[in-house]
C-alpha cells in the first residue's frame, strides 16, 4: 500500500507542477526536503536517541523494564499475543505509549524505536512487519495524547481566552482514533490481502530471543538503605509536582495541571531515575549507557533512506499545489458535514507532515482568530490525529521494513475516525 501511495504522490506531483507551472517549486522542494530529512530530521534525532537508548539500556539492565512491562501484562498480553510477556520489547512499548501520552515528543520516538527494535527480534520474516507490529504502529498512529501541548501553546500564545478548552475535545477524538486504531488493526490482519507470508519456523520467535535485546540478568535485591535512597529520589519528585501544580491551579482544572505538571518533570525524572536505579542494583551504569548511546546513529543512518522518500514525495505534491486541489475537489462534500474551508488543507496534510499542519493551525489561529470555531475544531484535529505517513517511515525504516502490510490502513482509518470525532464533539461544544 506504502508502494503505490508513494508513487501516486510522486506522479501527480510532478504532472500537477507541469500543468500549474510550478516546475521551479517541485525543483526546490525536491532537494529542500531531501536535505531537511538528513540535516532537521535524521541527524538530530540521532543524538537524542543515543541519549534514550543508552537510558533505555540501563532499564532493561537494572530490570526496570521488567518490572514495568510485569505491571501491565493482562493488558499487554491481549494486545500483543505474540510477544513474550517478559521480553524486553514490552517494557519499551509501555514506556513508549506513556511518554506519547504525556507529549514527550523527544523521549517518545526513541523509545518506540527501541521497541521495534526489539519486536524485530522476534520477527521470523526480516522485511515483513508482524502481527505486533502493526498494533503498536497503530497505536503511535492513533496519537494516544491527554494533552495536546502544541496547540494549546499556539493559542495560548494567540491570546486565546481559554486555550485549554481544546483540551477535553481533543482527548475525546484521540480516544476514537485509538479505539478505531486498535479494532481495524486486529480485524485487518485477518484479511488474505494482509496475511503473513510462509515462515519456515514461525513459533521460533516465542520460544528463543534473537538479536541484541537479552532479557535482564538476575540481580541481587535492594538493601534497605538503597530502598530508601530511591525513595528520596522519587519523593523529591512527588514534591515538586505537588508544587508546580499548586502553582499553576489558577484558572485550570486540577487534572489538567496535573498532567502538565508531569509532563514537565518526566523526563529530568526518567534522565536521573534510571541511572540510579541501576547503579543501585550493581549495574555498571557508565559502561552500559555508551553501549547503548552507539546504536543512536546507526538507527539514524538506517531511517535515512526512509525519510527521504516520504519527505520528498509530500514535498513534491504540496509545491505542486496537490493539497490545493484537493481542497478544491473536496470543499463541497466537507461543506455538508460541516468541516469550514479554512480547516481542509490542515485534515489532507496532518497525516503527511507534522511541522506542516502546525503551521497551518498556525495561520488558521491568525486567519480566523484564537477563540473561532475553526481555530478550535483545528487544534481539537491537530491534537486528536498523528502524521501517520511519518510514523510508520521513521519506525519501520529503523528496522528495514518493506512490507508494512495493514499498518498505513490502520493508522488512515484512525485518523479519519479522529477527524470525524473532532467534527462531532466541537459541534456540540463550540457551536
Known sequence: MLNYLWLGLILCGVIFGVITGRTEA????????????????????????????????????????????????PVLTRLFPDVPTDHPAMGAMVMNIAANMLGLGNAATP?????????????????????????????????????????????????????????????????????????????????????????????????????????????????????????????LFAGTVCHLVTSRSVGTTLPISVIQSLSLVAIPFLIGFFPLYGALRGVAVYEEFIEGAKEGIQVALRIFPYLVAILVAVGIFRAAGGIDLLSIILAPLLDLIGLPAQVLPLVLVRPLSGSAATGLFAEIVKACGPDSYAAQLAGTILGGTETTLYVLAVYFGSVAIRRGRHALAAGLLADAAGVAASLVICRLIFK
Request: hydrophobic letters at 50%; proline letters at 8%; aromatic letters at 4%.
Open 111 to 235: 523509545l518506540g524505536l527501541r521497541a521495534m527494535q526489539g519486536l524485530e527480534s522476534l520477527n521470523p520474516r526480516p522485511g515483513t512487519a508482524t502481527n505486533a507490529m502493526c498494533t503498536f504502529l497503530a497505536i503511535n498512529t492513533s496519537s494516544v495524547q491527554l494533552i495536546p501541548a502544541t496547540a494549546v501553546g499556539i493559542l495560548s500564545a494567540a491570546g486565546a481566552a481559554h486555550p485549554t478548552a481544546i483540551i477535553g475535545t481533543a482527548l475525546v477524538a484521540t480516544s476514537c482514533s485509538f479505539m478505531t486504531g486498535i479494532i481495524s488493526v486486529k480485524l485487518l490482519q485477518r484479511l488474505p490481502m494482509f496475511a503473513l507470508p510462509w515462515a519456515p519456523a514461525p513459533t521460533l520467535a516465542k520460544k528463543e530471543y534473537n538479536g541484541d535485546l537479552p532479557a535482564a540478568p538476575e540481580l541481587p535485591p535492594l538493601t534497605l538503605s538503597r530502598k530508601l535512597l530511591l525513595s528520596a529520589y522519587v519523593a
Open 26 to 73: 517541485v525543483t526546490s522542494a525536491t532537494f529542500d526536503a531531501a536535505k531537511a530529512s538528513l540535516m532537521t530530521i535524521a541527524l538530530p534525532l540521532g543524538a537524542v536517541m543515543a541519549l534514550w537508548l543508552g537510558i533505555m539500556r540501563l532499564a532493561e539492565k537494572s530490570g526496570a523494564v521488567e518490572r514495568l512491562s510485569a505491571l501491565l501484562r
